[in-house]
């Protein structure tokens, strides 16, 4: 049986939740069915890559930033339901939200008759520190119609704390595109980042207090006594989140040491980097330092491995679940020093070399094709299945 399935995520950027949307409905496309991958797009740009998959960006008015997060949350749901409201609107089989903004809009639009119900992939869930968008992210995932998730941790937080019982389906890793073969790419890159010669360490998902990025800098001021050569690379950022008191401590502690920053420097940030290039960014790191304090999954983890990268991680779940002791450095995420110690100790040449092949080898055994036939499986049941609570 063809599906045809909406997939909506929350922004054309890349972001987990939406590399995962994107990589999912390519993988579904690959196995003949008809998934279209849909964002809000108030540029008018288009998703970051190119895909096999179909992709509409959903017309979303501007949103000032200092109108603050409710605001931006409450525009992009109205966007999203006009959008799917419109007389002549495509029709799917399902429609399936990774996010609470798309959740809430095919919550309304049940609610209006316009569609039968949905499906709801959660990552993680945050706190955003605002109540009625906390409320919204729930009313989302508790308004589907079926839960799936990504890790163990997630399943047991929506059993514990919301009663729902979720289906875990997991994640993959693109090994056509992340792979240890040295290309072109690597060495304009090496250029255009200004790297020097001495250790490259990688943090990615910009500067974040998720991503513990303050304490991945205060290791890597302490990496710097003993190898005053190193370099971080801090990649990504786009976000409609405020990260502003992680930035500020950040920025104070580089402005502490006076590192130089930007190409060349001790410290250089790309923002939003090419999806494209990422590939030679891992490749040219020694490590992706990685040791962020709530993650649905931890993608990165999975595309470093897979480009022959050794990795840097918190001994934390979700981690604990898909890798395995010998896979990674394993960091209490709390301890700067500890960090800081990997970071040291993945430079020595036998060890970095042991866990570049454990790495590949793990990440041999992440496939979009096995996450998209667990997620063929949920839709196949979805026409008979309401939410199930397991406190029921």
């Known amino acids: 049986m063809t ?21 999912l409905a390519d993988a579904l496309t690959a196995l003949g069915h008809h998934a279209v991958v849909h964002a809000p797009d108030p540029a008018g740009r288009g998703f970051f890559r190119t895909t096999r998959c179909a992709t509409v960006g959903v017309p979303a008015r501007p949103v000032p930033r200092d109108a603050g997060l409710r605001a931006l949350v409450e525009a992009r749901i109205a966007d999203y339901v006009a959008f799917f409201a419109q007389p002549g609107a495509a029709r799917f089989d399902l429609y399936h939200a990774q996010d609470g903004i798309s959740g809430n809009a095919l919550a309304d639009l049940h609610d209006r008759g316009r569609i039968s119900g949905y499906l709801y992939t959660v990552h993680h869930i945050d706190g955003f520190g605002d109540p009625v968008v906390d409320a919204l992210q729930l009313r ?22 919301h009663g729902i019982d979720a289906a875990i389906v997991g994640n993959g890793v693109d090994r056509s595109r992340f792979t240890p073969v040295s290309a ?41 006594h003993d190898r005053p050569d190193a370099q971080l690379v801090v990649a990504g950022g786009a976000s409609l989140l405020d990260h502003s008191p992680e930035l500020l401590a950040f920025e104070a502690r580089i402005a502490a040491d006076a590192l130089p920053t930007g190409p060349g420097g ?46 840097i991680v918190p001994a934390i779940a ?30 020595e040449p036998r060890r970095a070399q042991a866990l ?8 041999a055994g992440f496939g979009w094709e096995a996450c998209a036939a667990r997620h063929v499986a949920e839709y196949t049941r979805f026409p008979t299945l309401r939410r199930s609570l397991s406190h029921a």
Not at 3 to 19: C, E, K
Not at 192 to 214: C, D, I
């Open 140 to 161: 989302a995932i508790r308004s589907a119609d079926r839960v799936l998730c990504v890790s163990r941790l997630w399943r047991d937080a929506l059993v514990q704390d």
């Open 184 to 224: 072109a790419e690597d060495v304009k890159w090496r250029s255009r980042l200004g790297l020097t010669g001495g250790p490259v360490f990688l943090s990615v998902g910009g500067v974040e207090a998720r991503k513990n990025s303050v304490r991945i800098l205060d290791a890597f001021r302490e990496v710097r």
């Open 266 to 311: 001790a410290i250089i940030r790309t923002g939003p980097f090419p999806d494209a290039a990422m590939p030679a960014l891992y490749r040219l790191a020694d490590a992706l330092v990685f040791p962020s304090l709530r993650e649905g999954f931890g993608l990165a983890v999975l595309e470093a491995m897979a480009c022959g990268t050794p990795t």
């Open 356 to 363: 570049r092949a454990a790495g590949l080898a793990r990440a």
């Open 318 to 347: 979700p981690f604990t679940e898909h890798l395995e002791p010998g896979d990674a450095l394993w960091v209490d995420p709390l301890d700067g020093g500890d960090i800081a110690r990997a970071m040291l100790a993945v430079l």
């Open 3 to 23: 599906l045809s399935v909406a997939i909506l995520a929350h922004s054309t950027n890349p972001r987990g939740g939406v590399v995962h949307a994107l990589e």
